[in-house]
C-alpha cells in the first residue's frame, strides 16, 4: 500500500505500544528471532525510551526501531558505554517508502542531540551503511553468541574505544548456576 509518509507520525514508543511492536517484529523477523544473539545484549532489559519510535499509520504502529544500552568490556575489565540499535522493521504493507530511514534517522537525532554513546548494531552494511555504519572499528569485538564479524557494524567515533573487548549487556546479566 502507498501511502504518503507526511500524513503518518513518528512518535516515541511507549510501554503500552510493547505488544503491538512484537507482533511487527514477530511478523518481520519470525518467532525464531529470540535465538539471535542480539537479544542476549538485551535480555531482561527494556528500550530506552528517549531513543525508541514507532510510525503509525492511521492507529496502527507500521515501523518501529528500539535502542538499548550496551557496553564494551575491554582490558582490566573497564566498561565503554554503547547504544545498541535495533530492531528496525516495518510493516510488509508498508515497505519501500522510507519508513525504516525516517525511523533510524529519528533514532540517530536522538542519540546525538542526547549525547549518548557510539550506536553499535547488527546488521546489513549495504542497508545501515547509507546512516554511517561500518564494520571498521569492530572487527576486534566480540559477541555473546555467533555472529557475522561483517555484520557488526558502528557509528560514531572510535577513538577512545578499545580494539579488542566484549560487548555485553549495560548491566551483566547474572544467569542461575
Ligand atoms: C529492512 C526493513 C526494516 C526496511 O524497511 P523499509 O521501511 O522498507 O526501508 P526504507 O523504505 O526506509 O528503505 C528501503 C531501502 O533499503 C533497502 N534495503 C532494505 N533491506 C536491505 C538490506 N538488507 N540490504 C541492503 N539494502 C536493503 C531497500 O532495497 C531500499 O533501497 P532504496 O532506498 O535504494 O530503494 C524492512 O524490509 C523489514 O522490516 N524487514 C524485515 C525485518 C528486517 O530485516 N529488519 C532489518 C534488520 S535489523
Not at 564494551?72 to 516495518?90: E, M
Not at 566480540?142 to 578499545?162: E, H, I, N, T, V
Request: aromatic share 6%; hydrophobic share 45%; charged share 20%.
Amino acid at each position: 500500500m502507498k501511502v504518503s509518509l507526511e500524513l503518518l507520525s513518528i512518535i516515541p514508543a511507549q510501554s503500552i505500544d510493547l505488544p503491538e511492536i512484537e507482533n511487527l517484529l514477530d511478523a518481520g523477523f519470525g518467532p525464531a528471532r529470540r535465538n539471535r544473539t542480539a537479544y542476549r545484549l538485551r535480555d531482561g532489559a527494556v528500550a530506552d525510551p528517549a531513543l525508541s519510535f514507532v510510525m503509525r499509520d492511521r492507529g496502527r504502529i507500521v515501523g518501529s526501531v528500539q535502542c538499548w544500552s550496551i557496553a564494551l568490556r575491554g582490558r582490566h575489565d573497564l566498561r565503554h558505554p554503547l547504544t545498541l540499535l535495533g530492531p528496525v522493521a516495518t510493516a510488509a504493507s508498508h515497505r519501500g517508502q522510507g519508513i525504516a530511514t525516517q525511523l533510524i534517522d529519528r533514532a540517530l537525532a536522538a542519540v546525538d542531540a542526547g549525547n549518548r554513546p557510539p550506536v553499535l548494531l547488527i546488521g546489513d552494511v549495504g542497508f545501515y551503511g547509507r546512516f554511517g555504519f561500518s564494520a571498521d572499528a569492530t572487527a576486534g569485538w566480540q559477541l555473546p553468541g555467533p555472529f557475522a564479524a561483517d555484520r557488526l557494524l558502528m557509528r560514531g567515533d572510535a577513538g577512545s574505544l578499545p580494539m579488542t573487548g566484549n560487548i555485553e549487556p549495560a548491566i551483566p546479566v547474572r544467569r542461575a548456576a
